[in-house]
């Protein structure tokens, strides 16, 4: 089944202690993408990535940080949270390249830091 | 940059009532545009998409047509249930590395 699959899907952290995402997709996309859903602002991309080893600044990168050493896997890294860093964050997919495919979404990584 | 204005609602609706949800967007080139769904506790999926213009996208009973000479692409449902009820986003994208999502609509439809 074509899916990508995020982890934790909840996690209650202390500012400052540093926590990653993971992201994996099995669909052989090259780009993959991060963002934060936050209410009344909708998703807003942090990182995204056209392939391998390409990463790019998103509409709201600080205070992350992300890499791409395999196709498959889209880690977000956050080094020192901080609670303005509490929200729902989904990770995404796609073909690159390609105008009219759209992006497959994991279910959701809900973060608090406390 | 490109953008889009959606309704944000929230929008209640009677069970089989008529539903719109409003899209215009401003993008750059030639865009497609997606309709994404989220129920709750889960992330978006495609609802339903269109490429070009005067396309008309349509899934589940959901339609949106392409209209680009007034850069809309508004969401339509003649009959909607309580399953409907969920957050709607309208996206368009170019090449597939530029999305831009509106702020998303909640809709609850009522028994």
């Known amino acids: 089944e074509a899916q990508v699959t995020q982890n934790p899907r909840y996690l209650i952290t202390v500012t400052g202690k540093k926590l990653t995402v993971t992201c994996s997709q099995n669909m052989n996309h090259e780009y993959m993408s991060w963002y934060r859903q936050d209410p009344g602002l909708g998703l807003r991309q942090i990182y995204y990535s056209m392939n391998v080893e390409v990463t790019d600044k998103g509409d709201v990168p600080e205070g992350y940080k992300v890499s791409r050493k395999e196709k498959r896997n889209f880690p977000l890294i956050l080094e020192s949270p901080s609670p303005n860093q509490t929200s729902l964050y989904f990770c995404a997919s796609s073909q690159a390249g390609v105008l009219n495919q759209p992006q497959h979404f994991g279910d959701g990584t809900r973060l608090s830091i406390l | 940059g490109d953008s889009v204005t959606q309704m944000e609602g929230p929008v209640t609706l009677s069970e089989e009532a008529f539903l719109t949800i409003n899209c215009t967007y401003t993008?750059?080139?030639?865009?497609?545009l997606f309709w994404y769904v989220q129920y709750p506790g889960e992330g978006l999926q495609l609802l339903l998409k269109?490429?070009?213009?005067?396309d008309k996208g349509s899934n589940k009973g959901f339609e949106a047509t392409y209209r680009k000479e007034t850069t809309s692409f508004h969401l339509e449902k003649g009959s909607v249930q309580v399953s409907d009820s969920a957050v709607y986003f309208c996206a368009p994208t170019n090449y597939g590395q530029n999305f831009v999502f509106g702020p998303g609509t909640r809709l609850s439809v009522l028994p």
């Open positions: 993008a750059t080139g030639y865009p497609s």
């Open positions: 269109a490429t070009k213009a005067d």
